[in-house]
């Protein structure tokens, strides 16, 4: 089996997530790191790990998506795992998701994770999911959406190569939210996918350098342009009422996040909203604030917000 991972200035985490892959119990890996022209020192740090199972590579910068694709060219293995440079695996990982794969052919092998903190990993944040389970695809897909986010990071899942070129690699035009377009084409084109407890990712919150902390309007129209072509992909496979109702909830949480600030996307996904059921999540808001946004609405309380 293949480990793709992109690295972009990643040097204060790159050797943990390397260190998680070498400790696995399965050894029949191959590790394929991808130094997206870094400019500080992962690409030297990469290459102390260089052997006959860790191949280092580099290219111009050109975004993660671009980076995993260039590295999943040159991998050889039958199940791909691609795993982010600043992110750790628990050691038993792989052997229990490789075991699963095997029994369960043309299926997508996932596994828990939890976010932590300040670069450790005694603060796991670990919230069981109701997707957590062997389920159909299309059911994954609905559940995980069900309550208007999803959680697809790369390192949870393990994905035979073939459902791969079958339905293409990543889309390198993303960049925020660029998980979610891929993961959402890939495990609609899987059987099922087959749930691993003994699996598990650690996800590193906090870290400048991340994809999750981009903000800006390349961002934003990213962001929209991945949740579009993933509800799509979705309900042309199904229309479904809990299809439509998740795909209406990722729409809605878009709205919740950018307005005011991306007014004209913002007036494209509630355009796509009235071809869809109600959405059924609440504006997140603490209890004082569900208060005011009863009397005012959450829209005016969002635009306040602006100003305190």
Not at 48 to 57: A, G, H, Q, R
Not at 81 to 92: P, Q, S
Not at 98 to 109: E, R, S, Y
Request: glycine share 4%; net charge positive; aromatic share 12%.
């Amino acid at each position: 089996m293949s480990i793709i991972m992109p690295v972009y200035n990643g040097e204060k985490y790159i050797s943990e997530a390397i260190e998680s892959v070498i400790n696995q119990t399965y050894t029949n890996w191959e590790l394929i790191i991808v130094n997206d022209g870094s400019k500080d020192n992962s690409l030297l740090i990469a290459e102390k790990y260089k052997n006959e199972k860790i191949k280092v590579f580099s290219k111009e910068n050109n975004g993660a998506s671009a980076a995993r694709n260039y590295g999943y060219r040159l991998s050889t293995g039958s199940l791909i795992k691609f795993f982010d440079a600043d992110d750790v695996i628990n050691k038993e990982m792989i052997s229990a998701q490789v075991t699963l794969a095997m029994a369960n052919p043309d299926c997508v092998i996932s596994g828990k994770w939890g976010r932590f903190y300040n670069n450790d990993l005694s603060n796991l944040d670990l919230r069981p999911e109701e997707c957590w389970k062997d389920m159909e695809s299309i059911d994954w897909i609905c559940t995980s959406w069900k309550e208007g986010k999803s959680m697809t990071q790369s390192g949870i899942f393990l994905i035979p190569s073939t459902i791969i070129n079958n339905t293409g690699l990543w889309d390198e035009s993303l960049s925020l939210v660029d998980d979610l377009e891929f993961f959402t084409k890939t495990i609609l084109a899987s059987k099922k996918v087959i749930f691993s407890p003994q699996s598990m990712l650690y996800y590193r919150s906090g870290n400048e350098n991340s994809l999750a902390g981009q903000q800006g309007r390349k961002a934003s129209e990213s962001c929209f342009r991945s949740m579009e072509l993933s509800i799509s992909y979705l309900l042309n496979k199904s229309k479904s009422n809990a299809a439509l109702l998740s795909a209406a909830n990722i729409w809605q949480s878009f709205i919740y996040h950018y307005y005011p600030s991306e007014t004209d996307l913002v007036k494209k996904a509630e355009i796509y909203l009235t071809t869809l059921p109600k959405p059924t999540i609440k504006f997140p808001a603490t209890i004082k604030t569900k208060g005011l946004i009863k009397i005012f609405g959450w829209k005016i309380i969002k635009r306040l917000k602006k100003y305190i």
